[in-house]
């Protein structure tokens, strides 16, 4: 009898271990479905977009996306790591009140970014003669951001509650509708650059109105939790400015060179390697509330388990993709920009140690030293900026795309260097 209960209850640990594994691949698989739609509408549609938008167009598109990711960081505030940061901890009623908060707040505050933003950049254009016009490109671009900081919100808020269907469902649907729409102004209306840009502000528009209804089924505002999250993304909001230096300035030193054609190419090259990393950060981000979950809980051996499985797969897409790019970017430009093969093979390396870079800073962030990663990017920032002014003055383009990968590597290096130095604040936990 003894040996009979035994056996029945050890049957029972394993189907509830089989069964919460179940769900877990599920929700994977759903977390990382969305990407590979995205990268087969992206090799369906980008050479029917190649046969549309000109040289110049292409230019235009990558340097407003540089002047968008610049924007992206500073307007999502940091909120989404503090949310993350302690979601486990809180119970579902207080993390909606948290999430409420937020949202209210940067539904205001973003508008006061976006307008310091124009004033900022029309500034800019002026006094350094750029090569493109500010309207309306800044204004199509910011407004596609200010909606989709609140969509990726939502994603957050469904991946940490492993929802995994719905943000199945929403991910998918800010992958083909931006698409769609701009397909039909590109192609059918001939609209060029702003009418791919336009079909973009569209869509997020539409999703990140429902993404904001979605989230304030519970509205309650309170202070002290802005105030906390100010405190606690201060320095990460410095950071993120300091990305501009490391990821986003070589589009701008590039379009100095007045080489709208090479600057085509070279964007082309970041939209190829930018198929990759949505691929890529995919898979980060499906397993990314576990590597919070094992960091918060001091399981370093499962922290490094994750990073070897995710960083492992992503080296051999790497490698794979490398031995084809040529051919597949002849394919996918309708053999119109293959030269920009060049390029992409070079920063699709630059993306990897980006995102592991992302991995390795969870170990910091959940041991509350924002401020250590602050000055890791203070460091980085002005080895950037002198990397890439250095390699473009010598090298132009190309060397603009091994200043990438040189500075991600080396801001990896520097994080694994203070992961090592504070090891002992970070003690291995049994792993049960």
């Known amino acids: 009898m003894i040996i009979k209960n035994l056996l029945s209850i050890q049957a029972s640990n394993i189907k509830n271990l089989v069964s919460t594994y179940a769900v877990n691949i599920k929700n994977i698989v759903y977390f990382f479905m969305p990407s590979i739609i995205g990268l087969l509408i992206n090799l369906v549609t980008f050479p029917i977009f190649s046969e549309y938008l000109s040289s110049y167009d ?19 505030l940091s909120f989404f790591s503090f949310y993350m940061r302690d979601f486990f901890k809180r119970s579902d009623e207080e993390n909606k009140v948290v999430r409420a908060t937020l949202v209210i707040f940067l539904l205001c505050i973003n508008i006061v970014i976006i307008l310091i933003g124009l004033i900022l950049l029309f500034i800019y254009f002026y006094w350094m003669e750029v090569t493109f016009p500010i309207f309306p490109y800044a204004i199509l671009s910011l407004g596609a ?91 990460l909001i410095l950071i993120a400015l300091l990305d501009i230096p490391t990821t986003y300035i070589d589009r701008l030193i590039l379009e100095r060179q007045s080489d709208i054609d090479t600057f085509a190419l070279y964007s082309i090259g970041l939209k190829m390697s930018g198929i990759l990393f949505a691929l890529g950060s995919a898979v980060y981000q499906a397993f990314e509330p576990d590597l919070y979950k094992q960091a918060t809980q001091n399981k370093l051996g499962k922290f490094l388990q994750i990073i070897v499985i995710v960083f492992g797969f992503l080296i051999v897409i790497n490698v794979t993709f490398s031995f084809f790019a040529e051919p597949i970017i ?45 000055y890791v ?17 010598y090298w132009k383009f190309v060397g603009a795309g091994y200043a990438k990968v040189l500075i991600h590597f080396a801001n990896c290096l520097l994080l694994i260097l203070l992961i090592w130095i504070s090891k002992k604040n970070f003690k291995l936990k049994g792993e049960n």
């Open 58 to 76: 292409f230019a235009v598109l990558g340097y407003y996306e540089a002047v968008a990711q610049i924007f992206l960081p500073i307007m999502n």
């Open 145 to 235: 951001i200010y909606f989709s900081v609140f969509i990726g919100f939502l994603g957050i808020d469904y991946k940490l509650k492993k929802q995994g269907l719905k943000f199945f469902a929403l991910q998918s649907i800010n992958v083909l509708l931006p698409v769609s729409l701009g397909l039909y102004l590109v192609a059918i209306l001939d609209f060029g650059a702003t009418g791919r840009m336009l079909g973009t502000l569209i869509a997020q528009l539409l999703l990140g109105v429902f993404a904001i209804r979605i989230m304030f089924r519970k509205v309650k505002f309170e202070f002290d939790i802005i105030k906390k999250a100010l405190t606690f993304g201060f320095p």
């Open 330 to 374: 002849s394919l996918l430009t309708s053999d119109r920009y293959t030269d920009s093969y060049q390029y992409a093979n070079i920063i699709i390396w630059s993306n990897l140690f980006l995102l592991l870079s992302y991995a390795l800073a969870i170990i910091l962030i959940v041991q509350n030293k924002s401020k250590l990663l602050l």
């Open 377 to 393: 990017q203070i460091v980085v920032a002005l080895f950037g900026a002198t990397i890439f002014m250095l390699f473009i003055h």
